[in-house]
């Protein structure tokens, strides 16, 4: 049982499957099908469906009705257990391997059957044979925790197979991959399906991932199938549509050059602070951003972006270095943002710029509350000016809320950060630091949020905008740095920007 | 038994015996507390589980005449406390130290209650085995008379680091302990586990309890534990959940502890009691000096609520 990969790939089809929770439909009457040995693309916005549709498929959920097919013959999942049996294994967006655990221990507990005393010699054994007939080669003896992202990944997929698994759900498996890692992963996988060993459906939002690796495509939109077809045969623009339908695309203010003479607004000089282990520390050389400008940071997740974030929102301690904004120091106090006018979007803002039980109207007001019309402080706070105000920014921005009063935990995603955003941009702006704006948010708000950010370039504010999405770092920014390993290791103007060698960078083959 | 006749290597001597002595509980408390922390939960309450388990083999020992019994009996009273913790943690929105702090309140109290008929009689001892049988000196045979508890202790310290590595439970232990997702996807019931752990940690706490009474120092009084269960906690997280690290980290304690006496019998009159306080002030010293406000603990089980 310990790695049978002989197993040829099996197909697995849907009929239609359909899911309610309560009076609410998440999945309506879909039906798929994915031969065996063939590489499918399930494609959808957030909250399309595509995820209780792969749990429908592995046991996770009981559909309300429909059937699935295993090779052709109709079977009953009624419990991830059952799924495994059959050899249907998923792949989560997020690692599922125990960080602490070294892999050889990760692929073994996995197993259905563990022996008592384990023999690790007689184990060791076992896995360096069924190493030999993987694709990739990984070290199985450090612990996960000490693995590279790409890796990580590669052992996830690993660890299906080591299981007997033929049919593999890949869900987002690119979101914490390098585009050098993805390419790899994705086509040492893709080789495997061709070879028979092997049927993949993986969720993706990347539509170049889907042409250049994916055989056929299925989308889902609120529940519902919108399309399907070969990849071969359909345009980016095509399967767009069928992703969003016809709702209207907030389109991206054109660039306005940023004039020659602008001021330098945020200057970061030799900043030194600890990590997040405490065991190394991030060291910012040097970075300026201007008036006018927007200056992007890529890399992958945890080389050090966070702490560098948290050390210019004042919630991590420096060992050293100068954060000037318009040539006067910044320590992140109240005082100093107001003056400076220094704006801050974390990422997930709901946890990180909000007070989730607070009213929509109240967290909206976070930044002025305690001011007068005038500007001065008061001593006695009035609601209906807070709530004046508030009413005034939902109307521009366009936040859906119940109401001023609900509390802003219970609005949506996308919603909460249009709440912060009206926050953030409403008055003066000079300086805004962005992290990861339109993470987990569906298309419009993308759009609506991008544009928001230009516009508020365009106006003159200098932003830094870090995030793990490239394209976006493409489409918004004016000069890219790179950081990796706790520096910025490389800077390009957008003009000269290339994939490949950002890529490159990010995963600090430099 | 006059100290004087060796000098001051009486001093040394005493602390190494006092080590044996005194760090046999302190060793039963972090291994089954490194248990329960390693599968993810933390138990504040095997304070009270130690100070219920050293009257129930009191108590047991006094009635039957057989320490032994005793032993299980604290051993069983152990478990069910670690089971109790860790069945009502499983409920939704219940805080583990919390629980804890309540579980070690009731159990010195169930433990007052039912003990006030057994502070006068007594119970027999558990036995010691003489090491110290080739010296003609009485403090070095003092210091060599190890109870057969510690060297069980030292066996199960060995034996808890060994099976955490080789050993399909230890895996799941670890498993749990660092990810419960992880736990899920590979069909473990992180409550279930933890509950076994909790309950385990409990049994080897009651076994600590159980030296107290029947060894050293060897009757049953209200006051018999002085936070040893507490200072166990702490000695888990110094250890870093390594179970050969907490048996080390007990000697240490235990040594600590034997400082005052040991100085007041080479003849040491004046501040030796502050001495009595040297392994409160060892904890806080430890604690101090092994966190950081920059960075979270290595080695720490991901699913601790402490750590998290």
Partial sequence: MSGSIGKKAVGVETIGMTMRFGAFTALDDVSIKVPAGSFHALLGENGAGKSTLVKCMMGFYHPTAGDMLVDGREVAIASPKDASALGLGMVYQHFTLVPSLTGAENLVISREKVPGVIDWRKERAALAQFMQRMPFKLPLDVKVAELAAGEKQKLEIIKQLYLGRSFLVLDEPTSVLTPGEAQEVLGLVRDMTRTGDLTVLMISHKFHEVTAFADDITVLRKGRLTGTGKVSELSHKQMAAMMIGDQPIAALDSRAPVPAGARQVLTVKSLKAPDRTGLKTIDIGELDVKSGEIVGVAGISGNGQKEFLEVLAGQRARNGGDVLVKGSPYGASRSEARTLNVRFIPEEPLRNACAPKMTVAENMAFRTFDLNEAGKPVNWIRMSAIRDYAARLVEQFKVKTASLASPISSLSGGNVQRAVLARELTGEVDLLIVSNPCFGLDFSAVAEIRARIMKARNAGAAVLLMSEDLDELLELSDRIFVMSDGALVYETPIAQASVQTIGEHMAGHH | ?308
């Fill in chain 2, 1 to 308: 038994m006059d100290a004087t006749e060796i000098g001051l290597w009486g001093v040394p001597l005493a602390i190494l015996g006092g080590a044996i002595r005194v760090s046999t509980p302190f060793i039963f408390v972090s291994l089954g507390e490194a248990i329960t922390e390693r599968s993810g939960r933390i138990n504040l309450g095997l304070e009270g589980t130690l100070v219920f388990g050293a009257m129930t083999a009191y108590a047991v020992a006094v009635m039957t005449g057989s320490p032994w019994l005793g032993l299980v009996a604290a051993a069983g009273a152990g478990l069910c406390f670690g089971l109790f913790h860790g069945w009502i943690c499983k409920f939704r929105g219940v805080n583990d130290i919390a629980i804890g702090i309540a579980l070690m309140l009731f159990g010195s109290g169930l433990a007052f209650f039912f003990g006030k008929a057994f502070i006068q009689p007594s119970a027999p001892d558990l036995p010691a085995i003489a090491f110290g049988g080739w010296s003609n000196i009485p403090q070095v045979q003092a210091a060599l008379n190890v109870n057969v508890l510690f060297l069980i202790g030292a066996a199960l310290a060995v034996f808890l680091w060994w099976a955490f590595r080789n050993t399909r439970a230890g895996l799941i232990v670890r498993v749990v302990g660092d990810s419960s997702d992880a736990a899920r996807a590979i069909g473990l019931n992180p409550n279930t586990v933890r509950l076994l752990a909790t309950g385990v940690g409990g049994a080897l706490a009651g076994i600590g309890g159980a030296y107290l009474s029947l060894y050293y120092p060897g009757s049953w009084t209200e006051r018999i534990s002085s936070g040893q269960g507490l200072m166990a906690v702490a000695l888990v997280i110094f250890a870093r959940w390594n179970p050969l690290g907490c048996f080390a980290a007990a000697l240490l304690f235990g040594g600590a502890g034997a400082l005052g006496p040991a100085l007041q019998s080479v003849g040491v009159t004046q501040g030796y009691y502050l001495f009595y306080a040297a392994p409160y002030i060892l904890t806080l010293i430890i604690m101090i000096a092994t966190s950081s406000p920059s960075r979270t603990l290595a080695g720490a089980p991901g699913e601790l609520s402490i750590t998290k």
